[in-house]
């Protein structure tokens, strides 16, 4: 069966309605097209949760920085319109720029989400969450679906959408999936495809790094400056070239302390033109922790 594909807001909009006249529940799954299983899994994933799946595809120029991919970003319309097919998706929602932009993207209103967008990935792509935010929030207002679901791979963008849906007063149940790997650990990205052979020899060796600096910090590890200059001069040495390692506070993407338990480490690194990024979340358990679960259950009296 051939996939509803519509290119309009107006028309999306009318198909939506018919379902929200039955009460059928509704998952959005954003995304720039060149799909990979970590999508699928995605799609596979809002079927669970909702009726109806409505999968949109749109190279956002918003988020995008003058010397970045934008033009050449890989678009794969047709492949993608097969993938989802397959996967059930009940609509594709593929706008161009002037259905999104009608007025362009310089005078227009858009959602900054202050002290998250601005560091990390922010602070090496100047105006990159704006761009994020304000696509995620008018694609929320067009598709106002009951739950969007969005992979973790990208932590930092996971955490400005769900910082913006509550501050917002969104009524809209935002799900983070697990990051989809390759067998060696390479996270699934639609930029993979630019590494060469030996380039993608090399690319593991970020998840590896990450594997690392989880395991010390479950040794007790706790001088984060040595850890991140330490994961950094890995990679240099490994022949990437890393924009950041660090090591935050799980969820809100503070800097931690000694008394934190639940970090997430997040990398990012060019290998020839390919930016790589990734994260791993930890939870290390307290002494107090450990023995209460390791404590045997009371037997009923």
């Not at 006249?21 to 809002?46: C, F, S, W, Y």
């Amino acid at each position: 069966m051939a996939l509803l594909t519509t290119h309009t807001i107006a028309e999306l909009r009318r198909r939506i309605q018919r379902w929200r006249d039955v009460q059928q529940k509704i998952a959005l799954v954003p995304t720039m097209g060149n799909l990979h299983k970590g999508h699928i899994e995605l799609v596979n994933r809002a079927h669970e949760l909702a009726d109806r799946v409505v999968v949109s595809i749109f190279v956002n120029p918003l988020q995008f920085g003058p010397d970045e991919d934008y033009p050449g970003y890989p678009r794969t319309l047709e492949a993608d319109q097969v993938q989802l097919a397959v996967a059930g998706t009940d609509i594709l929602f593929v706008p161009d720029a002037k259905e999104m932009y009608p007025t362009g993207t310089e005078n227009i209103a858009k959602v900054e989400i202050a002290g998250l967008s601005e560091i990390l990935d922010g602070a090496y792509r100047p105006g990159h969450f704006i761009g994020v935010a304000t696509v995620v929030a008018k694609l929320l207002n067009i598709v106002r679906p009951d739950v969007a679901l969005f992979g973790q791979k990208d932590y930092q963008q996971l955490a400005v959408i769900r910082r913006m849906v509550r501050d917002l007063c969104m009524p809209i149940e935002i799900v983070g999936m697990a990051t989809v790997r390759e067998a060696d650990g390479l996270a699934l990205s639609s930029r993979n495809q630019y590494l060469s052979k030996s380039q993608r020899a090399v690319a593991p060796l970020l998840y590896r790094t990450l594997r690392e600096l989880v395991a010390l910090l479950r040794t007790g590890e706790r001088d984060f400056t040595r850890l991140e200059r330490e994961a950094v001069q890995k990679l240099t040495a490994g022949g990437m070239r890393p924009d950041y390692v660090c090591i935050r506070m799980a969820g809100s993407l503070a800097q931690p302390d000694v008394n934190t338990t639940r970090f997430v480490v997040l990398a990012a690194a060019w290998l020839g033109k390919a930016r790589l990024i990734d994260n791993l979340e930890v939870d290390i358990l307290t002494q107090a922790d450990q023995t209460q679960r390791l404590r045997p259950a009371r037997a009923p009296e």
